[in-house]
């Protein structure tokens, strides 16, 4: 596609259900990474993809988060038992074969909002 | 550990004013650096990214330098204009930390009319 997408746009969640954000990365970027925004600061890693293999998942918060791209393509994040304090905007990002090198595409983002 | 710092926190200026934006970072090993502008509600857009082998770049209006031994980095914003009303982002990607971003808090912009 043209540009990174995301879906859905905004999710609205009672606290306790589970959640998954879905990321469509530049067509034949191999590098994903996932980001959380929380309200008015800047956004914070979670996690990183090199085609299928998560190499960094050190800014995953808890257990309860989860991400997966198992063809290296469309990743999704998952979210169990989501807390109040998971109310962010999550961002994706994909970028060209030398991550950390190559310039990061950003997804317009999903507004996660728990109830 | 990386961290990035960005000064001011909020920025009020009449249209046609020139403007500097203020970017420090505390590794100095770094692959590049990243300018990225945040409208309210919406994902980010990159305008400008500088290799660690550069001292700046330009796009349009828009001007950024890097000074790597010292950590710093700014962008300049020529005869500024209410569409640049929004929040901007610099994040640097560094040898130490895998690849990621690491972002500062942003700068928020308002271009009065």
């Known amino acids: 596609g043209a540009g990174v997408s995301q879906s859905p746009r905004y999710k609205v969640a009672k606290r306790g259900q589970d959640v998954a954000l879905r990321c469509d990365p530049i067509?034949?970027?191999?590098?994903l990474f996932w980001y959380q925004q929380a309200l008015g600061q800047g956004p914070e890693f979670l996690t990183y993809?090199?085609?299928?293999?998560?190499?960094?998942k050190s800014g995953l918060p808890s257990d309860r988060f989860f991400a997966e791209r198992p063809e290296g393509s469309v990743s999704t994040l998952k979210i169990q038992r989501t807390q109040q304090e998971d109310s962010a905007v999550y961002l994706c990002?994909?970028?060209?074969?030398?991550?950390?090198?190559?310039?990061?595409?950003f997804g317009p983002g999903t507004r996660l909002t728990v109830l | 550990k990386q961290e990035v710092t960005q000064i001011p926190a909020a920025l009020s200026v009449p249209e046609g004013e020139n403007l500097v934006l203020n970017c420090s970072f505390t590794d100095s090993a770094i692959y590049n650096l990243q300018w990225f502008r945040q409208d309210p509600g919406k994902g980010l857009t990159s305008l400008l990214l500088?290799?660690?082998?550069?001292r700046e770049q330009t796009s349009g209006r828009l001007n950024a330098s890097l000074d790597k031994s010292s950590g710093r980095s700014t962008l300049y914003i020529a005869a500024s204009q209410p569409g640049d009303s929004a929040t901007y982002l610099c994040a640097v990607s560094g040898r130490n930390q895998g690849g990621k971003l690491i972002f500062g808090q942003g700068t928020e912009l308002s271009v009065k009319p």
């Open positions: 500088i290799q660690s082998s550069q």
């Open positions: 067509s034949g970027h191999v590098s």
């Open positions: 993809f090199q085609n299928e293999a998560q190499l960094d």
């Open positions: 990002a994909s970028s060209g074969r030398l991550a950390g090198y190559n310039e990061q595409f």
